[in-house]
C-alpha cells in the first residue's frame, strides 16, 4: 500500500498523520456503498454474528492490518488486536457494524419527496421480511432502529437568499455580555434555557415585560438517550416566540437572551444539521409574529447572555428548565404550546449515533480484554484506553512511535523474540554475558552491559527509572528514556541515531470568559 510507503518505521509521516489519512482516504474508498454489498456482521439484538459477510470482512481485516502496520510503526509479527487498540481502529467487523448503523440513520433522515424515504418507510411499517430481503430489510432487522422516529434532515433548510428576520449579537466577553445587558433599553425581554439533568432534558422561556415577570413556558423534551441540549436550547427559542406571539403584554422591539453561542449561530443560518430544523420552525414562528405585528427586521434581537451571571431573568430560565427536564408534568399545557410542540419531538440523530457508537466501544471492550495481550498492556498502563498511545506518542516523531509500539507488543529486536521467530540463534542476552533472557524488561532495567547508561537515567528519574510501566506509559520519561536507548546503541541497526524528542508541555486549562457551555 502507498501508506505503507509513506510511514516506514525509521522514517515517514508521523503516527497522527498518517492514521488520519487512513480513516479519511483508504476506509471511505474501500467501504464505499458498503450498505448495499454488505450485511451487518452481527445482531445487535442478539448479539450473535451474521452469515453472509465474514469471509468479506476477514478480507477488510488483512487491509487494516497492513494500514495499522503503517501507522504504528510495529513489526509484521505484532498481533493484529494489539495493533488496533494502540492505533485506535475499530476492528474489521465493528467496522462494518458502524458504517452501517451510520448508513441506516442517514436514509432514515431524508426528507419525503426523497425516492428512498418511501421505500424505507414502507420496510420499517411492514416488519421484518423472511424471504427476498433487500439491503435496507437487512440494515432495519439487525439494527434497533425505527426510522419513523428519526428526525428529518432538509438538504436545504432555508432559501439561500433568505434573510434572517432577527438580529443576533455575541459579545466577546462575560463581563462585554453583562454590560450590553445592564444598557438594554427595550421593556420586553424573553429568557431561554435549555438543561439536561438525570439523563432527561428540558427547555423553558421566561418573559419579562420592565423588569417584572410575566409568563413562562416549560417543555419536557425527553431522556438524553434521545435528544441533545442543542435541541433544548433550539426549543426553548420557539417557546420564546410564542410567548412574543400570543402575550398581550409583549411590547417592541423586544430581546431574547439566551446562553448558548452555538444556537445563536444557528439560528441566524440554519444548515442540514442534526437539530437544526427546530430553529427552522423558530424562524417561521418570527416570521408569522413579523406579519401579524407589523414588525421589521430590527424589532426582535437574539442576545447572548453569560450563564450563572446573577441575572434575575437568566437564573428563572435555568431553574424552569431544570424543573422541566426531571418532571414530566411540568410541561405546560397543549393550548399554550405552539403546534408543532404538542407531538413527541422525533429522536436526534447525534444521539442515536452516539449511543450506538457507545455500545460498539463496549463491545470493543470486551473482545479486548479477552486477549492474550491485554494482561500485558494494562499491566504497562492499568488507565489504559485505546486513546492512550495516541495521546502518548502524539507530537513524537515516526521513529519514537515505532519504538514505543514494539516496546509495548514485545514483537521488538532483541533475542527473546528474535529467537521465537527463528532470526536469533539463542533468547539470552549476548552483551551482559549471563543466561539472562533477553526481554524488554531486561532491556530497560536489569542488563549490567549498560548499567552506566541506566545511572544516567536513574539520576534523572529516580526510583521510577526501573519502573518499566512507568517508562513506557509516562509523558515526562520520554526524553530520558530514548536518551538511554540511543545511548545503549542496542537499537541502532532498525532505527539509526535515536533524537531525544522536545519536552512535552503540559496543556493549560483556557479561561472560557466570553463562552458558555450549556
Known sequence: MLIRRLSRSAQGIPTKLIRQLYRAVAIPRTLYAASVWLRPTYDKKTNSPIRGSIGVTKKIAQTQRTAALAITGAMRTSPGDSLEIHANLYPTPLLVQHL???????????????????????IATRGPVRHHRTAIHNLIQHFTVDPRTIETIHPRPICPDSRTPFRTSIAESKENAIAEFRQCTNRTMVFTDGSSTNGKVGAAASLYVDFTHVATLQYHLGNDTEHTVFEAEAVGLILV??????????????????????????????????????????????????????????????????????????????????????????TSPCRDLPKNLRKRLPCSTSTVKQAHDAHIQAKWNDEWKKSTCYAHIKALDPAHTPKSFLRLTGSLRKKHTAIYVQLH????????????????????????????????????CDCTRYDRERHILQQKMGHNALLTSHLLSDKSAQQALF????STKCLHTTFGDIPIPLKPQLKTRPNHTGTHHA
Open 100 to 122: 452501517l448503523h451510520n448508513a441506516l440513520i442517514r436514509m432514515s433522515t431524508l426528507p419525503t419527496h426523497h425516492p428512498l424515504n418511501l421505500i424505507v418507510m414502507c
Open 241 to 330: 416566540a410564542q410567548l412574543l406571539l400570543t402575550r398581550n403584554e409583549a411590547s417592541f422591539p423586544a430581546t431574547i437572551f439566551a446562553n448558548n453561542q452555538a444556537v445563536i449561530r444557528s439560528g441566524a443560518h440554519p444548515t442540514a444539521k442534526p437539530g437544526h430544523y427546530l430553529l427552522f420552525r423558530f424562524r417561521n414562528l418570527v416570521r408569522h409574529l413579523m406579519d401579524q405585528k407589523d414588525l421589521n427586521n430590527n424589532s426582535i434581537s437574539l442576545n447572548w447572555i453569560a450563564g450563572h451571571a446573577e441575572i434575575e431573568g437568566n437564573e428563572l430560565a435555568d431553574r424552569e428548565a431544570k424543573l422541566a427536564a426531571t418532571r414530566k408534568d411540568m
Open 409 to 444: 507488543t514485545r514483537h521488538t529486536p532483541l533475542n527473546k523474540h528474535l529467537n521465537r521467530i527463528k532470526k536469533s540463534a539463542t533468547p539470552n542476552c549476548l552483551q551482559c554475558g549471563g543466561d539472562q533472557i533477553e526481554t524488554v524488561h531486561h532491556f530497560l
Open 483 to 486: 536518551q538511554y536507548i540511543d
